[in-house]
């Protein structure tokens, strides 16, 4: 009996901080170009989750107003177009705040905080930015690339629950998978909460209808980002110490800001201590040795119904500090080592277990 082969996806969050701040250059341009230009010494290719809604946002602002920022607007679309061309690729992340925002005269985004959870949004609402976004996604690329299509979503800040209606429109505009679940991971917080608690612990991806915790038998698919248990020591460190030290990319200057209140920004604080130990594959979060066990426990406790498994890795551009950069590296070739894991996309994986036909993707 062969031994199975798993595939692993690398991912990247691609945008700026959920409040507006940050430069597109030195927080979301310059470190994408690292994490890229790294993982391709090892012939991996990085799926970006690109934030249309933020982007379309500073377009319709500064396009025909400062043309420094326009100038880095087109070099956003310009590296999504050279990324894809150089084999990488690119989905869809939406953060529903950026609805009717404004850019203020002190250079601050004007956002609408009580859009921030997707899965707050109507039906019709949802439907609407799926299209927009898919559309202008696919706009970006056919150009060059005529047979691209967006067929995978990543909430913004994971926030897809309530999920049943969004799973109803992904699926009615032609999206394959979702990948926003991070199993056993929440957030109690109101104005950012998600609760992953219900997934299912066995399983490596599963289908879904109704709700991306429940399985069902048909559906759309739900690949998850790995998660697992590591040392609470460690995890502690690498969060709340080291990140104090070296927390975001090269020049990157901005904040985190979002929905909460001051009683619910301390609820959020209690939520992550209480999950100190259990963490994403995140790649501009941990060092190497975290992330290996991190695959490997997550291989040792998933099965796959099809033959090959696919890890899910998760990254912030805006986060990828050059300490980031040293361990990615480190991670990358402990991964080329492994006989039994490919680097990979989720169409690449999809096509590869026949979960879907090469038409699915066009």
């Known amino acids: 009996m062969s031994k199975r082969v798993d595939h692993i996806i690398l991912t990247v969050d691609y945008e700026i901080f ?13 470190p994408t170009n690292r994490i890229l230009n790294i993982a391709e010494s090892y012939n991996a290719p990085v799926t970006l989750f690109v934030e249309m809604l933020e982007f379309y946002s500073m377009k319709r602002e500064w396009f025909n107003g400062q043309s420094d920022m326009a100038l880095q607007i087109a070099s956003v679309e310009q590296q999504i177009c050279n990324a894809v061309m150089r084999g990488h690729d690119a989905q869809l992340h ?5 609805i009717g925002s404004k850019h203020l005269k002190n250079g601050l985004w004007q ?8 899965g707050d949004l109507s ?41 049943y209606h969004i799973i109803r429109c992904l699926m009615e505009l032609g999206f394959k998978i979702d990948s926003s679940v991070a ?12 609760d992953f608690r219900a997934a299912p612990n066995n399983l490596g991806w599963w289908h879904v209808s109704n709700d991306v915790c429940s399985v069902a038998t ?7 980002i790995a998660v697992s248990r590591i040392s609470k020591t460690e995890h502690f460190f690498e969060f709340l110490v080291k990140k104090k030290i070296d927390r975001f990319a090269l020049n990157c200057n901005g904040y985190y800001g979002g929905p909460n209140d001051f009683l619910q920004k301390l609820i959020s604080k209690i939520s992550k201590f209480l999950k100190l130990g259990l963490s994403m594959l995140d790649f501009s979060s941990l060092n190497a040795k975290i992330l290996i066990e991190i695959v490997k426990k997550w291989r040792a406790d998933k099965s796959s119904p099809s033959s090959s498994l696919p890890i899910v890795a998760i990254a912030h551009a805006k986060n990828f500090s050059s300490t980031a950069a040293k361990e990615f590296l480190k991670f990358l070739e402990w991964v080329s080592r492994q006989p039994d894991l490919i680097f990979s996309t989720y169409e690449k994986w999809m096509k590869s277990q026949n979960i879907l036909s090469t038409k699915d993707f066009k």
């Open 18 to 30: 959920g409040n507006g701040t940050g430069s597109l250059n030195n927080c979301l341009i310059s």
């Open 94 to 98: 939406l953060h529903p705040q950026w």
């Open 111 to 118: 956002l609408d905080n009580s859009r921030w959870r997707i």
């Open 123 to 163: 039906s019709s609402e949802v439907k609407k930015i799926l299209v927009f976004g898919k559309t202008a996604l696919e706009d970006i690329l056919n150009p060059i690339i005529p047979q691209y299509r967006c067929k995978v979503f990543r909430a913004g800040a994971w926030c897809i629950q309530p999920s």
């Open 183 to 194: 199993p056993s991971l929440f957030n109690r917080a109101s104005g950012d909460w998600f």
């Open 218 to 224: 048909s559906g759309l698919v739900e690949v998850p």
